[in-house]
């Protein structure tokens, strides 16, 4: 059975903190750790009330440093925003606190609106055209140091740091490959080039010394509670959360409701983005997973949630390491 890893966004709760987001993060990693997931990765976005990860090397460090395996890593950077000397001596600094367990995840996008990636004082030329050099950039900054190097990552340089390319498009597909780097297709909000973009990724795959062979991670939205009636309810903060973004209204994540007030398209839109999701109880998740493996391949599942209340959420989460666990043992 493949592995399960968790995708965590820090969500901030309507008339919560980011200190309790923060909280409910650390908490939720070490339940994952003592559940057998394998790593625990977090998002960079700006800009958005509900979302708290926006400093993610900071928060991968507080989750590092409250954990004692599981791997923590970035779900990811968006390195059009960063030079990357800088993420190299962040994620050096990061590896050489917490040997072995650190992954860094890289994404081309801003991770927000175009007038905040201004504020981030992004070059808005060429920013995401250069993405293929910067990633060969970071590369070079954690590898071991040649004579003449004139710029070394201090920390950083000799460590090699794993990188993974993130995407929800051909383009990272066919660059991971090129590189002969592993893949994460961000299928639980943008699933319809997954089948195309993981054919292209193996089709085109270069060994390397990162990788020998493809290895590519399925993101899925994870929905599970005792009853069927209680996961599809708690769904509904996901798309209030999907609706409200596509109005230009983002804010703090919403409790669950039992109806939502949104128009016909709006919620056909909604359903689009969010078809890689499983929603239900613990038979309904097994099925769920277990198509989702089988349709796509995938060597690891990405699993995340965005439920409100956090005792559900960590009882979702648990009841995945639960059917991992009965499907390993036969049961």
């Not at 709760?13 to 994952?32: C, I, K």
């Not at 990724?201 to 062979?213: E, G, N, V």
């Not at 493809?214 to 209030?240: H, K, M, W």
Request: proline fraction near 6%.
């Amino acid at each position: 059975m493949i592995p399960f890893s968790v995708l965590d966004l820090s969500p901030v709760n309507v008339g919560a903190s980011a200190s309790q987001a923060f909280a409910n993060t650390l908490d939720l990693a070490q339940h994952a750790e003592k559940w057998g997931y394998l790593r625990y990765w977090l998002a960079e976005h700006h800009n958005m009330t509900g979302i708290a990860s926006a400093a993610t090397s900071v928060v991968i460090g507080h989750v590092a440093g409250g954990t004692q395996s599981i791997r923590v890593g970035s779900g990811g950077i968006m390195l059009p925003n960063h030079a990357p000397l800088v993420i190299a001596e962040q994620f050096g600094t990061l590896a050489s606190l917490y040997p072995g367990r650190i992954d860094l995840g890289l994404g081309r996008a801003p991770g927000t609106d175009q007038t905040t990636a201004r504020a981030l004082r992004r070059d808005m030329q060429g920013s995401a055209d250069s993405f293929p050099d910067d990633v060969v950039e970071l590369q070079r900054y954690f590898a071991d140091p040649v004579p003449g190097q004139r710029v070394r990552a201090v920390p950083g340089a000799g460590l090699h740091v794993p990188i993974w390319l993130l995407g929800s498009s051909l383009f990272s597909a066919q660059l991971a490959a090129a590189l002969g780097l592993p893949f994460a297709f961000a299928s639980h909000f943008a699933p319809d080039q997954i089948l195309n973009a993981l054919r292209l990724y193996r089709a085109q795959f270069r060994p390397s010394a990162a990788l020998d062979k493809p290895y590519a991670i399925v993101g899925v939205n994870l929905f599970a509670a005792d009853t069927n009636e209680a996961a599809v309810r708690l769904f509904t903060s996901l798309q209030q959360q999907f609706i409200n973004l596509r109005r230009g209204t983002p804010g703090q994540l919403q409790p669950p409701v039992e109806h939502i007030d949104a128009a016909e398209l709006e919620m056909n839109g909604v359903a689009q983005s969010l078809a890689c999701s499983v929603i239900g109880d613990p038979d309904t998740v097994r099925a769920g997973l277990l198509s989702v493996i089988e349709q796509t391949g995938a060597d690891e599942l990405m699993l995340t949630a965005q439920i409100y209340d956090h005792a559900a959420r960590l009882r979702s989460f648990e009841i995945a390491a639960q059917v991992r666990e009965a499907i390993i043992s036969g049961k």
